[in-house]
């Protein structure tokens, strides 16, 4: 699947990534070739990776502070989200916060949560096939995989 492909069905989240939404891409996703599935699921987890940086995980949590009035930190889970709620807010997005990490700071407000985009790629495979899919991408999205984005955790 091309970039722009993928940038394509990223669009019809219109710019969230709801569970209702991301239903929507994997029906849509299902009624592709089970390989567009695969690429799809390549590309989204490049896209994640590319984004696990130290400069975007370290950012606080917007709208949240501890008790002592101090910035919260984001936890690898929130952390993982908020990268998948830049991707569904769309290729112009995700390009922009490489430039300034200010436009990935209000991502990280509990307002947003890519979570159920997580799940588009298992749900239109098994639409497709009827099948799960125990997959492996290429590039893992786990957050903290990406040793270049946090060159201090290198051993």
Known sequence: MTWADFWALIATLDGEATQESCR???????RRPVPNIIGFAERHAEALYRLDQEKFGTLPVVDLTDRDGSPFPQSSDVFLYTRCAVVAAGRT???????????????????????????????????????????????CFESYSNRDGWPHLRN
């Open 24 to 30: 929507r891409l994997a029906e849509e996703l299902s």
């Open 93 to 139: 997005v995700w390009e922009s916060v490489f430039f300034d990490v200010d436009k990935f700071a209000p991502y990280t407000s509990t307002e947003y949560d890519g979570e159920w985009l997580l799940y588009v790629p298992d749900q239109a495979y098994e639409l497709a096939t009827g099948k799960e899919w125990d997959r492996m991408t290429r590039h």
